[in-house]
């Protein structure tokens, strides 16, 4: 039988490992542990390489990955064009396929997700101009802790109200139960990481049981290490997604040490591998196997190298046998090894192909004529991955400097031609795309920047307006698309060495943990953003600091947003959402009467406004705006809730119970109307139907602490302390800001008679929110029943102070607690 013919990429690894030198004691050392029976203490399933640029640390993973598979490992190899853990587990499923193991559930999970994510990005019902679109908001959120979570430090720091996230959080839910087709839905797209993760770990598991070990490679991890420290953390250490089996094994390589703040009571497992340039020793060895022995020439390539491997290798690989061509003062080693290629074209080809930041055979066309793209993926400086070539960047940056200096015509010329191809890609690639979802695919998303890129390069000027829109676009787009964005600048300005780009990119290369809120800012405080395109700017700002519960810095973004554009609707909602969430009602309701009169027939708005006029207690004037709204759509599931609440708290409860019965038959996949509902029925008396009610809007979705604190209350009622307990718990995991909901819970401690917590409870409660009167009283009674009379009597005093009617009734009905006091 013929032997089968290997693939293109095993001959090239084959080169490669026959040819490397040095680095002996890391591959003896990586060789040895996977000869490790994984029980064995000494046994290593993390690694990290870490070096300067240009020391081999690339190179030697492609050692390790060769290594890895000659005993029989599945292999993945990821680099900086993974920006989420997401991604990660997509590109490692993607190779584990290719090795014909692949990972079937969770690709399929994968493409449920990217389907869900591209429906939940559609445009939105009940949607106002006022609102910021499902896609911003989603990118926004995910960015949070956890729906219902308040951050309390970073950008997002703030005044912050737990109980209106929350209800963002109800918001957001609201339109994506509308879109999506399930809680399960719902859940994946809002927090894709700990739903994808146990299911691509389970894959992983299946695979690990078949094959010997299985072994991903992290490189250049100095760029996606805070992207992905957390997740791998938690993955390989901490086991918060399940067990890892323990020969599936981790090679990360950057140029950095761990972050100790991530991997702090870890570092015991990491086993380092530093690098070092090469000694003299272990360069002379590489020209010689190179078969360079000319003592002069070996003297040329030493001092222009500097012991960096890369460069070493570049120049070693072209055999030099003169060394007048060596000393050319002219130009630098890579131009030397260029001098050496004796064919032009192929030359020629080298250089330009330099200009991208990674090609295919597409690229290769509009920059180099001749068939040499197979010639050129095979140079020693040449990485390839997933069917793409990357110039190692010691290598790609001195290349770009000589053809930036030797003719900024070519230069010029070349980086335009190759933005147009970007561009015209990009356009047919769209004509498939809605445009809700363009920032999502991946290839639309490489078209798009690579044309941005080239054109900065091409005219830094002209261009960089255009690139600082495009960052504000990716603002909207979640974190991913925010930081590719800004390291297509910060790429741009290292390349061209342009003094406009350099000032951005110095800012740019430091994000911090909020990359959209940070680019906001920074978009705002440079000059450079066309004064049109500021008011969006503050706005999209302002979106997020207002998911982020940072209501005042909403309200001041919002305000110099109308200062530059009086009459945005936009603009005036988003300041009334905050302005209500700081009880400024009055000035939210002013906001929403003027975006009114610029748009009256705006149903979001006014759905808005009934929601507020509902808070102020004015019911009939809230009724009759959400019978406006009801009436431009009658079957819209979303009007006809809110109008069943307004009912339900204006306590028409048979107009309530008939509304949001209509709201649950127009919409089954949502929650809180069937909760709203459930209330309704309690008020009437149907406490069984009520408790059904609850029951079927937790199954649909169960993070919702209102209706699990009202089903806790019947509980409660009910004598069933223990499934009260069990409800109130969830729902102060879910919301622990949330005042009335810790009290709640306080309550259920205090019937029992668990004084101690109860009076714990009620502490936080009070601690959350110094006016709570109702968790005031019952701290005292608490306390009275403990014996602490005086701290009771403080309580009364104070609870009485703020409102002495609801402290008269909860008291009336002790009346030695009434006498004391």
Avoid at 262 to 273: F, I, N, P, S, Y
Avoid at 287 to 295: C, H, Q
């Amino acid at each position: 039988m013929a032997e089968q013919q290997v693939s293109r990429q095993e001959l090239i690894r084959r080169r490669r490992r026959g040819g490397f030198v040095g680095r002996r004691a890391e591959l003896a050392a990586f060789g040895a542990n996977l000869d490790r029976d994984p029980a064995d203490e000494a046994y290593q399933f993390l690694f990290h390489v870490r070096g300067n640029a240009g020391v081999g640390k690339t190179s030697l993973l492609w050692q390790l990955e060769a290594v890895a598979r000659e005993r029989g490992s599945v292999t993945a190899y990821l680099d900086d064009d993974v920006h989420s853990a997401v991604e990660a587990m997509a590109a490692i499923s993607a190779q584990c396929e290719r090795q014909g193991r692949p990972l079937k559930r969770f690709d399929r999970l994968l493409a449920t997700y990217r389907q869900r994510r591209h429906e939940a990005e559609s445009a939105p019902l009940g949607q106002s101009d006022g609102e910021p679109s499902v896609a911003g908001t989603l990118a926004a959120q995910v960015g949070l802790a956890g729906l219902g979570a308040v951050p309390v430090v970073g950008a997002l720091a703030g005044v912050v109200d737990p109980q209106q996230v929350a209800l963002g959080a109800d918001r957001l839910r609201g339109l994506l139960n509308a879109r999506l087709r399930s809680h399960d839905d719902v859940q994946l797209v809002l927090t894709p990481v700990p739903v994808l993760t146990p299911v691509f770990l389970a894959d992983l598991t299946e695979l690990a049981r078949q094959r010997p070990r299985v072994a991903l490679f992290f490189d250049t991890y100095e760029r996606t290490g805070s992207v992905l420290d957390g997740w791998l953390r938690e993955l390989l250490v901490d086991g918060g997604y399940g067990e890892l089996p323990l020969n599936v094994l981790v090679v990360l390589a950057g140029q950095r040490r761990l972050d100790p703040g991530v991997w702090a009571g870890a570092m015991d497992l990491v086993a380092e591998l530093p690098l070092e340039v090469f000694t003299e020793t272990e360069a002379r060895q590489l020209l010689s196997a190179r078969g360079i022995t000319d003592e002069r020439v070996t003297g040329t390539v030493l001092r222009l190298a500097g012991g960096l491997p890369v460069l070493l290798d570049t120049l070693a690989q072209a055999r030099p046998s003169d060394p007048e061509a060596v000393h050319d003062p002219s130009g630098t080693a890579v131009e030397r090894f260029l001098r050496w290629e004796g064919d032009p074209q192929r030359r020629a080809a080298a250089l330009a192909c330099a200009l991208p930041l990674q090609l295919d055979q597409d690229v290769y066309r509009v920059l180099a004529g001749g068939d040499h793209y197979a010639w050129l993926r095979g140079l020693p400086f040449v990485n390839e991955q997933a069917g793409r070539v990357r110039y190692h960047d010691v290598v790609r940056t001195a290349m770009l400097r000589l053809q930036r200096t030797s003719s900024p015509l070519d230069w010029r010329a070349q980086h335009a031609a190759l933005a147009e191809a970007f561009a015209r890609w990009r356009t047919v690639l769209e004509e498939h795309l809605p445009a809700d979802g363009r920032w999502e695919d991946g290839t639309w998303l490489e078209y798009r920047l690579g044309e941005t890129y080239h054109r900065l390069c091409a005219n830094p000027h002209q261009a960089l307006p255009g690139a600082l829109l495009e960052l504000l676009d990716a603002c909207a787009s979640g974190d991913s698309a925010c930081r590719r964005a800004a390291q297509t600048v910060v790429r741009a300005a290292l390349d061209t060495e342009a003094e406009p780009l350099a000032r951005w990119a110095e800012q740019l290369s430091g994000l911090d943990d909020s990359p959209e809120l940070s680019l906001l800012t920074l978009l705002l405080d440079r000059p450079g953003l066309p004064v049109e395109h500021r008011a969006v700017c503050f706005l999209t700002r302002a979106d997020r600091y207002q998911l982020g519960g940072d209501h005042p810095a909403a309200v001041a973004d919002c305000t110099a947003a109308l200062a530059l554009d009086p009459e945005s609707v936009r603009a005036l909602a988003t300041r009334a959402r905050s302005r209500q969430a700081l009880k400024q009602l009055p000035s939210a309701l002013a906001d929403l009467d003027l975006a009114l009169e610029l748009n009256a027939e705006r149903a979001g708005l006014l759905v808005q406004r009934g929601r507020l006029l509902r808070a102020m207690g004015r019911f009939g004037d809230a009724l009759a705006d959400l019978d406006r709204a009801v009436a431009l759509d009658p079957s819209e599931w979303l009007r006809r809730a809110e109008r069943g609440e307004t009912y339900r708290i204006a306590g028409r409860l048979d107009e309530a119970l008939a509304e949001l019965t209509r709201a649950t038959e127009l919409n089954g996949a949502e929650g809180w109307p069937l909760a709203s509902r459930g209330w309704v029925l309690h008020h009437l008396g149907r406490d069984a139907e009520a408790l059904v009610d609850l029951d079927r809007s937790l199954q649909v979705n169960p993070e919702q602490p209102w209706a699990l604190t009202r089903r806790a209350e019947l509980h409660r009622r009910a004598g069933r302390f223990d499934a009260a307990l069990a409800d109130l718990d969830l729902a102060v995991s879910f919301s622990p800001g949330w005042q009335w909901v810790v009290a709640e819970r306080g309550e259920t401690h205090r019937v029992m008679g668990r004084h101690s917590r109860a009076l714990a409870d009620f502490s936080r409660a009070i601690e959350l929110s110094p006016e709570y009167a109702w968790a005031l009283v019952r701290r005292g009674q608490t306390n009275e029943l403990l014996g602490q009379h005086r701290e009771a009597v403080a309580d009364w005093t104070e609870a009485r102070r703020l409102d002495a009617e609801l402290t008269g009734r909860m008291l009336t009905s002790d009346q030695s607690q009434l006498g004391m006091f």
